[in-house]
């Protein structure tokens, strides 16, 4: 049997209309505890994936724990990507117990989500899980999660991988809505980003433009 290949993505692949952003718990309180990433690199990817996700124009939730009373409020390198949406403050642990959520993901109406937040065992391994049993496809962005060790997320994302989750990660989040550096329309944004937010690829990038003005899509 022939097979011949033909130069199209596949369908595993993340597209800005084909899943919706959900991100939980970015919150002080929470972060206090977190071990398994240091807080600056968290926050940073956290940005990074909030950004990319505004800029492509993807149907993002923002929900939060006990926001009021306990946990403070979302880190503002996110709520800043999204200026005047609404947080959904919860007090179950779990998001997809939480009704005001729910309604949302179904007024969205996207089949394929993506999570990320605090802390991974619980905040994102209850909403995958309670996801994956209802039939969507769930996507985990690794490091834009964390957790109060390193064997505490290693092992949620274990349990999540093996249950069907997908793992991927804040960056390769922002250049698979790329996927092409010849889209001239989300260029600069893309590229922007990654400077801001990137880390040591973002600094490349500025060195490249800076010294010799090289772009990606020559």
Same mark, same amino acid.
């Given at each position: 049997? $022939? ?11 993340? $597209?800005?209309? /084909? ?5 939980? #718990?970015?919150?002080? &309180?929470?972060?206090?505890? $977190? ?10 990817? +956290? ?6 996700? +505004? ?8 929900? $939060? ?6 946990? !403070?409020? @979302? ?38 989500? *993506? ?17 994956? /049993?209802? !039939?969507?496809? *769930? ?7 964390? #957790? ?8 949620? @994302?274990?349990?999540? *991988? ?5 793992? @991927?990660?804040?960056? &390769? ?37 800076? @010294? ?7």
């Amino acid at each position: 049997m $022939t097979i011949n290949a033909t130069p199209t993505p596949g369908s595993l692949l993340v $597209t800005p209309g /084909d899943h919706a952003l959900i991100m939980i #718990d970015f919150q002080s &309180q929470m972060s206090f505890a $977190t071990k398994s990433i240091d807080a600056v690199n968290l926050r940073n990817n +956290a940005a990074l994936v909030a950004h990319a996700a +505004a800029g492509f124009g993807v149907s993002t939730i923002l929900t $939060t724990v006990a926001e009021k009373t306990f946990s !403070g409020p @979302m880190f503002s390198e996110i709520t800043e990507a999204f200026p005047g949406q609404a947080l959904l403050d919860r007090t179950s642990m779990n998001t997809w117990e939480d009704a005001a959520v729910i309604k949302e993901v179904n007024r969205i109406g996207k089949k394929r989500l *993506v999570m990320c937040g605090l802390w991974t065992s619980v905040c994102i391994v209850g909403p995958s899980l309670s996801a994956l /049993d209802q !039939g969507f496809e *769930v996507y985990v962005i690794a490091d834009a999660c964390g #957790d109060i060790s390193t064997e505490a997320h290693d092992r949620a @994302m274990d349990r999540m *991988v093996q249950a069907g989750v997908k793992p @991927m990660t804040s960056l &390769q989040y922002l250049l698979e809505l790329q996927r092409d550096w010849a889209r001239s329309e989300t260029y600069e944004m893309t590229t922007g980003i990654a400077k801001k937010f990137g880390g040591a690829y973002g600094l490349g990038l500025v060195y490249a433009k800076s @010294m010799f003005g090289a772009s990606e899509g020559h």
